[in-house]
Every structure is written in C-alpha cells, then in structure tokens.
C-alpha cells in the first residue's frame, strides 16, 4: 500500500447554521485507525437529510470543529486491529459512521461491509444508508404484506424512491406524494401505484378515495412537521404512522389521545437501532446488496457534486430541487 498522505481535503462546521457554516479544507489531518477501526480512502461521500439536520444544530454535533457526513464507498487502506470482522487492507467497503466529508475517514469496523463483486462505486455508495432504511421501514417498522394500501411522503426522495420500488416488490399497493409534476413522474416510473402532486392536490380526500373509504394501513412519514396530521387522518383504522424523519421540521408534541380515534400505531424509529449488532448489519446489508448485485433497485443518482460545492448540494436537498441520491467527489 502506498504511504498516506498527513492532510486531506473535508469540510467541517465551526457552528450550526446555514450553508454558510460549511467550511471547506484542504489541511485537515489525516487520522490514523484506532483498534476496531479501518481506514477507509473513500471514493464517493453519501448525502442525507440528517447532515443538514447536524449543520443546522436540529440535531446537536458532539463537538467543534464537526466532520459532517455518516457514510461512504471507498477502500481500506489501513487496519487498525483488533476485531475487524474479516476486513482488510485492499477491501472495496461502504461504511455507516461519522466525518464522511473527506477523503479519507477512520472507521469502526461493525458497520463497514465489503461490497459484492460487480457493483459500481457510485452504485454502492447510492444504497447504503436510504436503502438499509427503506429495508428496515418495511419490514421492522411496519411489516408490509403483500396487498396492503400504504402512503409515502416525498416518494422521489432518495428514501423514497427506494421504498416505493421495495413495496412495489413485496406487491403493496403505494399511494407517493411529491411536489412537483416530475417528481409524481418518477415516482410512478418507480413503481407508486398512485401518486398525488401534495402541493397542489387534497391528499386526505384522494387517499379516502382510493381506498374506498378506508385509509391505509400504514404511513411512512419522513417529511415531518408540515404532513404528520395529515398522516394521522389517512391512516386506516389499526393502521401504522411510521414518522421517521424531519425533513420540514420536527414534529411538534402532541396528545396521545388523539391515537385513539382509530387505534393508531405511532413509531418513531431511526435506522441506527435495527442495525445496531453486527448481525444485524451484516444481514440488512446483504439483503440490500442482493437487491443491488440484481438488478432488482435502481438507485437513481441526482447529481455528483464536487465537496468543495458542498454549500450548493445541501442548498438543493434543502430546496426540494432534488429527486433520488445526492453524492459527493472528495478528491474536487
Ligand atoms: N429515521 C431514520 O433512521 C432515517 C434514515 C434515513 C432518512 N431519514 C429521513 O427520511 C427523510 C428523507 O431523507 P432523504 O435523505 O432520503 O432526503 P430526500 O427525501 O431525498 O429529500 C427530502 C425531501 O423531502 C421533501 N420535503 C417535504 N417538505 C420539505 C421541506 N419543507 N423542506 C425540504 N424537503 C421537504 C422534498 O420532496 P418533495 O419536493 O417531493 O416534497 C425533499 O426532496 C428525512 O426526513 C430523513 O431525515 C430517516
């Protein structure tokens, strides 16, 4: 293996903010793999929602300065011993963690998995998040079977477009949302038996109809603030919401009595506790990277975004003018 280099190019945050607390470095340290840990030259950084949600301070950095970030695709240039779980040095990995907003990021080895032969390197590093994600909602969250009505928010999202076609899969009738005539347009492509234009159309009204009166049996609700009463109203009688995100704010709280109306489940999960044992991972993720290695999800990448432009991607996922993954090139 080639020496490492001692500075890399990353950005970190000073402060939380807006886009203007994105600070883009080419003299950040390098740092050296503790025991259970990897070193991993990531090649493509993921984005997700959640980073702005550490930028903006919704949820709180654990210190100054803050590497945002929490997965990548790249390759195991040092090990740092102890447990590694088979991994090593000249390994093709995704990883789940913290500080993917640079060139290189040390890992802990219990969620770093080795890609599959054959699956390319934006393609691994488009699923692993979303996808664990949408794996999990379907199945842990709500167990979807096969004929049941369910409603998902912001459906072009990257989470979204992966849960539509997951439960297109397990042959689920999907009511999307999205805000935009393109993004209704892909939605469908993606496998949405319906799909309402939110800004625009009565969603409540619409899901009543389709299901004859019903409402679905279950909500997976990742928009947050702006759509959780009307979660709560489209969910059928026994129904699930599966509130999993904030993407316009955090919901505020509420009265539980209200779940009575119609016996409602309410959850409220995060990804990281369905994965949180290895075996856990390592199952979620060979599932997900099966799906992958056949051809049977198609991670749609909306752009590839240079990390000096950083700035400019979250502006677009804040901005609701993406559709599917946003990546970033650490070496630009
Ligand atoms: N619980 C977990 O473990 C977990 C894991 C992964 C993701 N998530 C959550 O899942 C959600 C989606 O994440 P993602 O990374 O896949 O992002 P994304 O869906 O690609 O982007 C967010 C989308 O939300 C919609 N949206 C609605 N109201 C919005 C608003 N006021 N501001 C911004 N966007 C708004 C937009 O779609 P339209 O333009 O169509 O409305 C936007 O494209 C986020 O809430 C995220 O936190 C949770």
Do not use: C
């Not at 990353?10 to 402060?15: E, F, M």
């Not at 890609?115 to 692993?128: C, T």
């Not at 794996?135 to 167990?143: D, F, I, Q």
């Amino acid at each position: 293996m080639a020496s490492l280099p001692s500075t890399q190019k990353g950005v970190v945050i000073n402060k939380t903010g807006g886009t203007d607390v994105l600070e883009y470095k080419t003299d950040l340290p390098v740092p050296a793999p503790a025991a259970g840990q990897v070193l991993v030259k990531n090649d493509y950084l993921g984005i997700n929602y959640i980073d702005t949600y550490f930028r903006t301070g919704l949820y709180k950095p654990a210190q100054f300065p803050y590497v945002l970030g929490r997965e990548a695709e790249g390759t195991i240039v040092k090990a740092g011993g102890g447990e590694l779980y088979g991994l090593k040095e000249g390994d093709r990995v995704v990883w789940l963690g913290e500080a993917a907003y640079a060139e290189y990021t040390a890992v802990p080895a219990d969620k770093v998995y080795k890609i599959p032969d054959g699956i390319p390197p934006k393609v691994a590093a488009a699923a692993l998040l979303q996808g664990l994600t949408a794996l999990s909602l379907v199945r842990e969250a709500y167990h979807v079977e096969k004929g049941d009505w369910v409603l998902v928010h912001a459906a072009a999202g990257g989470t979204g477009l992966l849960l539509v076609q997951l439960l297109k899969a397990i042959g689920a009738n999907t009511i999307g949302t999205a805000s935009t005539p393109e993004k209704v347009e892909l939605a469908r492509r993606a496998g949405a038996t319906h799909v309402i234009n939110y800004s625009v159309e009565d969603v409540k009204a619409k899901v009543l109809e389709l299901t004859g009166g019903a409402g679905v049996a279950a909500v997976l609700d990742g928009v947050g603030k702006a759509t959780f009463d009307l979660s709560l109203e489209s969910v059928a009688r026994k129904g699930t919401l599966v509130s999993f995100g904030n993407a316009s704010g955090a919901v505020p709280p509420f009265a539980i009595a209200r779940l009575s109306a119609r016996n409602t489940r309410l959850l409220r999960p995060t990804l990281f506790n369905y994965i949180a044992t290895r075996a856990e991972f390592e199952a979620y993720a060979a599932d997900l990277f099966g799906f992958a290695a056949r051809g049977e999800l198609d991670f749609r990448i909306h752009d590839t975004y240079p990390l000096s432009e950083i700035a400019r991607a979250h502006a677009d996922l804040e901005g609701r003018r993406t559709a599917g993954k946003l990546l970033l090139d650490p070496t630009k």
